[in-house]
């Protein structure tokens, strides 16, 4: 998966790494930050999505799709799709860019609009990546969870960096018994949870 990442999906990881490093130094003023995960965390949810059970693979907060890139890594090598839910009009338009120069179409769904709107839906879940705004985190895991099939995996970023506001559904997770769960400190910290 690692090994023979198409260099279409290399060079775009490329050029969003190189925006989201102006975007933390101030030196762009088109939208929101990108605040995209850095690669190590990347390659982290790719493999965790690679060895999740069947079911959807979902994505909270696409973003300019950097995340989304290593889920389809993983999603072509299972046979697999990535819907990826975003709200923002400006990211999911440089999303779209991102999944047609990157050459991933084929695997990836991008669905324009509040993902809250559509989880009800999103049954049978093996798989999903939260990174979205903070507010929403306890709305998104209380509806994803139900959904996760046994051994199903949901993996919230920003678990240490922002653990004051997280604070409500960290705690949730951490004592709920419908999943097991522990707080990995890679990148700004991810939340793992596993549905028993």
């Not at 609009?113 to 705004?133: K, R, S, T, V």
Request: proline share 5%; with cysteine; aromatic share 6%.
């Amino acid at each position: 998966m690692f090994h023979n990442m198409p260099q279409a999906i290399l060079d775009r990881m490329r050029e969003l790494e190189q925006i989201d490093v102006l975007d933390r130094a101030g030196g762009t003023a088109r939208m929101k930050r990108l605040r995209q995960i850095p690669p190590e965390v990347g390659r982290f949810i790719a493999l965790l999505a690679a060895a999740a059970p069947d079911g959807r693979c979902i994505e909270i907060g696409t973003s300019a799709g950097y995340s989304t890139l290593w889920l389809a890594l993983s999603c072509r090598a299972k046979g697999r799709k990535v819907t990826t839910f975003e709200v923002q009009d400006e990211k999911a338009k440089l999303a779209r860019t991102t999944f047609d120069v990157a050459g991933v179409t084929d695997v990836v769904q991008l669905v324009h609009g509040d993902a809250l709107n559509h989880l009800p839906a999103c049954n049978e879940i093996g798989f999903c990546f939260l990174d979205a705004e903070k507010e929403v985190y306890d709305r998104c895991y209380e509806a994803v969870v139900p959904h996760l099939v046994p051994g199903g995996l949901l993996v919230a970023d920003n678990a240490i960096s922002h653990e004051a506001p997280l604070r409500p559904m960290l705690d949730r997770a951490m004592h709920d018994e419908r999943v097991d769960a522990l707080i990995v400190p890679i990148g700004k910290g991810a939340l793992v949870c596993r549905k028993n």
